[in-house]
């Protein structure tokens, strides 16, 4: 089972439907949507068809973060990090609530390049994570240098896919590999065909290809391809 799709859909989504059986939810990660756009969403998609989703926000990301000005947010000071806050066990139970109605199988909880390893950062993921339920797949996305050995350990205990782009850093853990594909070089990349052979070498047999690049659409299509 290897799923091949983008990052937020491009095109138009009769067009999306018929090429892939996989997105990724965006919008959920800036401001989440209603619950019945969820339902209207599901009810849209064909039979077969997946959503997977980003983590509202408050759950990851400091008040100090752009992304709450660009989504039109006020950022409270309890946001972020994991910190095991009222706000942020709040964001996840509205993040719940939309995944479960999107029927969502897998989300993504993307942190900032400033969720350093540290002893506080790991103690607040360890009671996030524990106190709630495993009703989902979660995919855990570091975006700085934590060790491997930190990273491994913490995936195993607390029951998280390591998600990774595949030609940065490898998978450390997980029996699927959820990889998001950010560009060579950053967003505004497209990728070689040769570096789509290498990217299929590094599947598994259960592996989502998710691409988040300016040429995701076109990328997307042509890896498709190469099976």
Known sequence: MIKIGCCGFR????????????????????KLPMVKTATKWQKQAPKNFEYTMKAWQPITHPPTSPTYRKAGI??????????????VFEAWEKTRQFAKELKAKIIVFQCPPSFKESKENIENMKQFFSSIMHDFIFAWEPRSNWKEKTTKKLCMELDLIHCVDPFKNKSLYGEIKYYRLHGMGGYNYDYTIDELKKLKEMCTIKS????????MLKNALEFKSLF
């Open 208 to 215: 989502y290809c998710m691409f988040n690049n300016t040429n």
């Open 11 to 30: 095109g138009k989504r009769e067009e999306y439907f018929k090429n892939f059986d996989v997105v990724e939810i965006q919008q959920t990660f800036y």
């Open 74 to 87: 006020k950022a409270n000071k309890n946001y972020g990090f994991f910190k095991p806050t009222k706000e």
